[in-house]
């Protein structure tokens, strides 16, 4: 019996050490920005996409607020630029609306202004919370081209949490993390017609005060084969903003109020499965 106990207590001992030699997890800073959108703030990723066989850069930089005639309304707006054939530049326009972020997406640029085609514009509401922070889940659906008539949607339900490791892609590493869960499922037009529904997961990565650096999209649950990955190779506080819009034919908005800290995100790729 006394040999038991003592081998117990040894377990014991032997666990606690263990424990203590584990690194202690980052503690969440409630504090800071997690989506920063400051003017010239420029992000740049790495996307690998398994479903279109391909790998591409996205750069994201902060044009500023500005009143969009078109939209008819004021936003942040965020140039993003796709090095591909088929891409270019494109506008994304966030609107802080009762707490959460509206995005709205599919948009086109005419010389200098921003503009809707002619099937409409895609519009996200409660896209993010306008202050991240771990523990909170909310629901949303997105129409990725618009509400046409045949067009599908997808439902997603999300979650956050604090990540307690360290996160490193090609920019570096990042501690104190925030990670969004989100299951989504797409259905509707075609996926009604096949009777079919797809369904995504999503992991994202949120830094303080750097915004996304990471995300992996998984087909089915987290478990199942991943199909897109974006990592982040750079980030510029303030970048040479004159330079990459004027290069691009886009003028920076002049002489426009700056949008509060932690209004939004560039996180446009995140979608790339649906377009």
């Not at 019996?1 to 800073?29: E, Q």
């Not at 750069?59 to 707006?77: F, W």
């Not at 921003?114 to 949303?140: C, M, Q, V």
């Not at 509400?147 to 090609?170: C, R």
Request: hydrophobic fraction near 40%; charge should be neutral.
């Amino acid at each position: 019996m006394r040999d038991w106990f003592a081998a117990a207590g040894l377990a014991a001992l032997v666990t606690i050490a263990a424990a203590c030699s584990r690194p202690v997890p980052a503690k969440i800073d409630l504090h800071a920005n997690f989506f920063p959108l400051k003017t010239d703030m420029t992000w740049t990723y790495r996307i690998d996409s398994k479903s279109q066989h391909t790998s591409y850069v996205i750069t994201d930089r902060v044009v500023g607020s500005q009143y969009v005639p078109a939209l008819k309304l004021t936003g942040l707006v965020v140039a993003e630029f796709y090095n591909l054939d088929r891409a270019g530049l494109r506008p994304i326009v966030y609107v802080d609306d009762s707490g959460y972020l509206t995005r709205l997406s599919g948009l086109d640029y005419d010389k200098h202004r921003i503009i809707t085609p002619a099937w409409g514009k895609s519009e996200e509401d409660d896209f993010l919370p306008a202050h991240l922070a771990p523990n909170l889940a909310w629901n949303n659906e997105l129409f990725p081209y618009g509400k046409l008539p045949g067009g599908f949607e997808i439902v997603q339900s999300h979650k956050s949490f604090g990540e307690p490791a360290d996160v490193a892609v090609p920019a570096g590493h990042f501690t104190g993390c925030i990670r969004i869960e989100t299951r989504a499922r797409y259905q509707g037009g075609a996926y009604a017609e096949s009777k079919q529904q797809l369904k995504l997961t999503y992991e994202d990565w949120y830094a303080p005060n750097v915004g996304l650096i990471k995300t992996i999209a998984f087909q089915g649950g987290p478990d199942g084969p991943e199909m897109e990955r974006v990592e982040l190779m750079r980030f510029d506080v303030a970048s040479k903003g004159d330079q990459f819009t004027q290069a691009q034919g886009i003028r920076p908005a002049a002489n426009r109020p700056q949008a509060s800290a932690g209004a939004s995100a560039p996180k446009a790729q995140k979608r790339a499965i649906a377009g």
